[in-house]
T-cell receptor, first 114, second 110 residues
């Protein structure tokens, strides 16, 4: 299965600032997925990132707040913009390698906004 | 709209017990189902993947079954250990994404 390196692993940020999270995959993948996990909650999909096209956002998530880049088939970034304490969550990236291997997740970024 | 529910929400058991975690989904038209484990504040580790044509999968002390017609999956953990303490998440493969259940938080005490 794929290996995903995600960083930073955690950060504490001031409200009003932005944080960019990076995910590097050890092989080429068509789609990368970004999830948010709010405290005590399950995972919610933010957006799907395809190389060479704009990301597709789920209902409730907008590009101005969560801009995503996908410059090549092994790398993607998610930016959390103009942060508020409500953005405090774990953010995870994921890839899917087919029905034989399933989805693989990065180690997550634990964000605290103060 | 697909909804995934897990029961129980939390479980605390002594070491050595056999456990059953339940996952139910509202739309039986799923591709696959995957079980994950999440340690506190960490990412997800894939435990078992059940393809749509399969009924169950086994890995070590773990066994997962899938009954699409009834919209259910179960994760069976044999001879539980303190190291099994974590949150267990099931996720159904929708057309182009995963939809996660609400999770079961498991604590196994010595």
């Amino acid at each position: 299965s794929a290996v995903i390196s995600q960083k930073p692993s955690r950060d504490i940020c001031q409200r009003g600032t932005s944080l960019t999270i990076q995910c590097q995959v050890d092989s080429q993948v068509t789609m990368m997925f970004w999830y948010r996990q709010q405290p005590g909650q399950s995972l919610t999909l933010i957006a799907t990132a395809n190389q060479g096209s704009e990301a597709t956002y789920e209902s409730g998530f907008v590009i101005d707040k969560f801009p995503i880049s996908r410059p090549n088939l092994t790398f993607s970034t998610l930016t959390v913009s103009n942060m508020s304490p409500e953005d405090s969550s774990i953010y995870l990236c994921s890839v899917e390698r087919g029905s034989n291997y399933g989805y693989t997740f990065g180690s997550g970024t634990r964000l605290t906004v103060v | 709209k697909q909804e995934v529910t897990q029961i129980p929400a939390a479980l605390s058991v002594p070491e050595g017990e056999n456990l059953v975690l339940n996952c139910s989904f509202t739309d039986s038209a799923i591709y696959n189902l995957q079980w994950f484990r999440q340690d506190p504040g960490k990412g997800l580790t894939s435990l078992l993947l059940i393809q749509s044509s399969q009924r169950e999968q086994t890995s070590g002390r773990l066994n997962a079954s899938l009954d699409k017609s009834s919209g259910r999956s179960t994760l069976y953990i044999a001879a539980s250990q303190p190291g099994d303490s974590a949150t267990y998440l099931c996720a159904v493969w929708d057309t182009d994404k995963l939809i996660f259940g609400t999770g079961t938080r498991l604590q196994v005490f010595p």
